[in-house]
């Protein structure tokens, strides 16, 4: 059968709601006093009835959560395939899906602490050059002694490369969850469930 990945995931949302209800169920009614009718047996009357026909309903509910647990993993690994298969791009640079997830899950705090850890550097070395500053006699010197002796910040990493993560970021985290919602919806995968 084929789907979209928007559909899949859905259809993956409605299957752990399924899944909660059966455990529930099971939990209600997985097992009972041998001396007391089941309350899933229409039979009310004889006893050994009553518990055959309950103990059917109890192996169908766990028959329904296997075959919902396979449906899931199928979709999930169909979902997958696409995921690591389908390119999008986001931010100017072409990705994976699977890639792109990763970005955003995982990777994207990971550069944004990069960008505050740089910033907290560049903050902290500019106060130790004021201070430096602050604390020179530069009265009476010529312009191009104040140069050599004044201090100034030096940026060990690129102003520019820093420039580049911020602006990835920012582009990034705009348009990563339009971008996936649009490909969802478009990109079909093929999956064999019930």
Known sequence: MQMTIARAMTRKKTIKAQLDK?????????AINNKRLHILSNE????????????????????QFHDLKDNYIKLTLAINKANL??????????????????????IQQYLSNLKTAYQHAVKKAT???DTFNQNLKTEG????????VL???????????MDELDSFL?????????????????????????
């Open 22 to 30: 059966i455990t529930e169920d099971i939990s209600k009614h997985g």
């Open 44 to 63: 009310k009357s004889d006893i050994k009835k009553n518990h055959r026909e309950a103990t059917e309903k109890v192996k169908a509910l766990f028959q």
């Open 85 to 106: 298969e389908t390119e999008i791009i986001v931010a100017g640079k072409t990705l994976k899906i699977a890639e792109a997830l990763i970005y955003k899950n995982d």
């Open 127 to 129: 106060r130790e050059v």
């Open 141 to 148: 010197l010529s312009e191009q002694v104040k140069k050599e």
């Open 151 to 161: 201090a100034d910040v030096l940026y060990l990493v690129p102003i520019e490369k």
């Open 170 to 194: 920012v582009e990034f985290m705009t348009e990563i969850d339009g971008t996936l919602n649009e490909v969802n919806a478009r990109t079909l995968i093929e999956v064999d469930i019930d």
